[in-house]
């Protein structure tokens, strides 16, 4: 092995172990200092776990320079070289999947969504059997300048990478964070780039591509923990389910409290925004009466609300109404969670929902509202 090469092995490695480490450490930190706010969303899907996935993403990485630095100084044979690589390669996109699962950014069809990720992990697997399949018969064989038996293990970076820059640009803009979010996707295609000569071998330039390889990791591991910071600055100005109160007190008129965004018992007239009023009503009724799965409401297609707009025009007319400072205007995480497969509930607990006993009689006898009725006689009766 040469000089230059084991220099970026072992670079390769210690800078990997320290983000891992890093990012252990702060997620471990999230967990202590945030523990009663982490315990009120009732056990549901947290940010703070994809985080601990990537972390054991990175670990993969130095697991897999460990693995690339036995090989080069002892004579292994290729097969189980390459089994291993593919292995380990496997694990880590497993890992960055198991992470994006719990992005509220990251594509809609991975966000929370259990069964299309179990699809997605059968797929990775077989992917990376037929690779291990392709090297046994072909090796490094290379047909036109193009060496078949890594395309499964190139095809597998390429949709993880677009995962992770879809996931983290979008994350990053939300957050007003733009240079952040440019970089991390100029670094994501570096990193994707420097892939390439492992498939198309007139590429080849082993400096080239160890220099990209470590610029690029050691960039996302330092954009890894400013996402991890930022989370944490989040979580501060979460306001807790607890401390909030919502009582609806006649047709379009609401009291809501959130004392941690300078909101204390401000009444919100939803005038002519009538499905805005009833839509809220909804979320309302069902997470004060209704039990575990009966609190949620479906949004998107063939679910109760057809579009996700509609909810963000909820906090969105309350932002209007009650204009305050930038930290104090309300997100809709803060008074909404996420729960999976295109369900959400409201975050404030049941006993801080009030609903004049008259508006809910109104509301559900419209023939519109017929399912809330049975709804609402169905839980009473419970009770």
């Keep these: 092995m040469l000089l230059a090469e084991k220099f970026h092995i072992l670079s390769h490695i210690f800078i990997s172990l320290i983000g891992s480490i890093l990012l252990i450490a702060l997620w471990y930190n999230i967990r202590s200092r945030f523990k009663k706010l982490l315990a009120e969303e009732e056990g549901l899907n947290r940010v703070d776990k994809g985080l601990a996935y990537l972390s054991m993403a990175i670990f993969i990485w130095v697991l897999s320079g460990i693995w690339s630095f036995l090989a080069g100084n002892f004579a292994l044979q290729e097969a189980l070289v390459h089994a291993i690589r593919s292995l380990l390669s496997t694990v880590n996109n497993l ?20 069964k ?6 059968l797929g990775i697997i077989g992917l990376s059997l037929f690779s291990m399949g392709l090297f046994q018969k072909f090796g490094y064989q290379s047909f036109n300048g193009i060496i078949v038996s890594f395309i499964p293990d190139l095809m597998l970076s390429a949709f993880s990478c677009y995962l992770m820059l879809v996931s983290f640009y979008k ?32 590429m080849n330039d082993d400096f080239e591509n160890n220099l990209m390889k470590i ?59 009538t499905t ?10 069902r997470r004060k009466a209704g039990k575990g799965e009966e609190q949620y409401i479906e949004i998107g297609k063939g679910g109760e609300i057809l579009r996700q707009t509609y909810l963000s025009r909820i906090i969105d007319n309350i932002n209007q109404i009650l204009p305050g400072e930038e930290n104090e205007q309300l997100e809709r995480n803060d008074l909404f969670t996420f729960v999976g497969q295109g369900k959400y509930r409201l975050r404030m607990i049941p006993k801080n929902i009030t609903i004049d006993q008259t508006l809910l009689k ?19 009766s419970k009770t």
């Design 276 to 285: 805005q009023f009833k839509n809220l009503l909804k979320f309302a009724i």
């Design 215 to 273: 610029i690029a990791k050691t960039s996302l591991i330092s954009i890894f923990l400013v996402l991890a910071t930022n989370w944490v600055m989040q979580l501060a100005q979460t306001p807790k389910p607890s401390e909030m109160s919502l009582q609806f007190l006649d047709w379009s008129l609401v009291n809501l409290s959130v004392p941690s965004k300078g909101i204390h018992q401000k009444t919100i007239d939803f005038k002519g925004k």
């Design 171 to 202: 994350t990053f803009m939300l957050r007003e964070l733009k240079v952040v979010a440019f970089l991390s996707v100029f670094l994501i295609t570096i990193l994707f780039y420097s892939q390439l000569p492992e498939v198309f071998s007139n």
């Design 116 to 121: 299309n990720v179990k699809r997605i992990t």
């Design 95 to 114: 890992f960055l999947l198991l992470a994006l699962f719990y992005f509220h950014q990251s594509p809609r069809f991975i966000y929370k969504n259990s």
């Design 362 to 380: 109104e509301f559900t006898n419209d023939t519109d509202n017929q399912d809330y009725r049975q709804f609402v006689t169905f839980c009473n």
